[in-house]
């Protein structure tokens, strides 16, 4: 195994590390995992780069306390950025009361204590921001997204770098040290035929991965460039507009990118989508944002073609909630649990203002409590 100096780098020395490893070099300590967890980052960033339609499907917009500002490491041509606040949902109230302990007890366990403590990260405290961003996204098929994923917090990057290290030692065919160019990072390769993944350490407070070699390249050049990454100006323009102390904020570009995707239909559906199948493909963009602290507030706006499709759009989604509200007094009275849906639909709002969808939705921490912990 060869180290970043056996590449005959000449990386910088940042941020006061005293040790012989190059920041680039020092890569994915903070985001490789033993043989059997290696696809967690995998599949964390398909969760995220998903979260804007799989969210916007009950959610809306609320008002913006203070503009988000695009991280400086986005690529250029990204056209879908999901932003997760990790500290400030550990530290709200509804993660407190029902969630905390359950992470505590997993983060407890043999393995993983080891792991953390081999990493010298305490994901509790340490992690404060996860950006994602895709490139060239596509729905309704199968194809691979081009990802770039970018984990803000406090990072021991010498204890990353031997960890990492270490792994690449042991199983070798899946931990690899690589370059491209100059550039020294670390290639992860799942063993179930899934493209590989790359990271490294940018510095003591940010690490990053993705698909490909060349987007940890280009991350790396946009962090000691003179002047900040031109993104796609309706992407920066969304970005500007979000709210940056909201929990989650996800803003998808889908212009042209749904004409081809089919939603389920036929007699073995519960409810019919014809009016939002009619709509899809003139939807623009969508925003997706949701708060969480003593509630959870979900918020959505879709940008549309026009005035009218935005029409169309709102009165499929009123005639969509007037299908779900019945099923989901039948399924309260079957479930104790899912007594609470009932007042959660009746939560939600549809409205539109020129091109915009805008709908609202809110979850009581109460409601919560009874869907985990049912009394009656």
Known sequence: MRTPLDFGETHPWTHGYNTPWPISGRSAGGLVYPQKKDLSMIRLSRMLLGAALVVGAVASTAPVARAAEPDKLLPADSDLVAIVNLKQILDSEIVKKYALEQIKQVLEGQDVKKLLGDLGLDPLKDVEKIVAASIETKFGNQAEAQYLLIVHGKFDAEKLFKTAEAESKKNADKFQLVKDGTTVMFKVQPDNGQPPMYATVVNDTTVIAASEKKLITA????????????????????????????????????????????????????????????????????????????????????????????????NALDDLMKQIKPLAQFAGAADPRLKPLTGILDSVKTSSKNKDVIMSGKVAGDDIGKMINPKD
Do not use: C
Request: glycine share 8%.
């Open 219 to 314: 991350a790396l050049a946009a962090d000691t460039a003179s002047k900040p990454t031109v993104l796609k100006k309706d992407l920066a323009d969304l970005i500007k507009k979000a709210d940056e102390k909201a929990s989650v904020v996800a803003i998808s570009l889908l212009k042209g990118k749904l004409d081809e995707v089919k939603l389920p239909g036929g007699g073995n559906l519960p409810v019919k989508l014809d009016g939002i199948q009619k709509v899809l493909p003139l939807m623009e963009a969508v925003t997706v944002t949701v708060k969480i602290g003593a509630n959870v507030n979900l918020d959505v706006v879709i940008g549309m073609k026009d005035e009218d499709s935005a029409n169309d759009m709102r």
